[in-house]
């Protein structure tokens, strides 16, 4: 199971970090990701992290922006996010996938949803 949490309300130009705490068979390796979906729109990829953390990607709307990690002794994974804009409102997920290193298409397993609310 994946359990997010973090969302908010903020202002344009904060910051807010969200946090995804994995549960249940943890004892395999598994790369984790975030995705998003506002209003209206199909859910996009946002950001990617392999299971040792050092292989991360990006969105081109978030990059330079966001910041992906995780703490594997947690269980945990992150995702700081700076300057935010209101294009960023969504609902944010969290997912994991059974594999060292994951492609936006390989995710299997779902968190609910937090909900980002980014006002002008």
């Known amino acids: 199971q994946l359990q997010a949490s973090g969302g908010g309300l903020v202002q344009a130009g904060g910051s807010l970090r969200l946090s995804c705490t994995a549960s249940?068979?943890?004892?395999?390796?598994?790369?984790m990701g975030w995705f998003r979906q506002a209003p209206g729109k199909e859910r996009e990829f946002v950001a990617t992290?392999?299971?040792?953390?050092?292989?991360?990607s990006y969105s081109d709307s978030v990059k330079g922006r966001f910041t992906i990690s995780r703490v594997n002794g947690k269980n945990t994974a992150y995702l700081q996010m700076n300057s935010l804009k209101p294009e960023d409102t969504a609902v944010y997920y969290c997912?994991?996938?059974?594999?060292?290193?994951?492609?936006?298409?390989?995710?299997?397993?779902w968190g609910q949803g937090t909900q980002v609310t980014v006002s002008s």
């Open positions: 997912a994991a996938a059974e594999a060292v290193v994951a492609g936006r298409n390989d995710f299997d397993y």
């Open positions: 249940g068979r943890t004892s395999r390796t598994y790369s």
């Open positions: 992290i392999s299971w040792t953390g050092v292989i991360t």
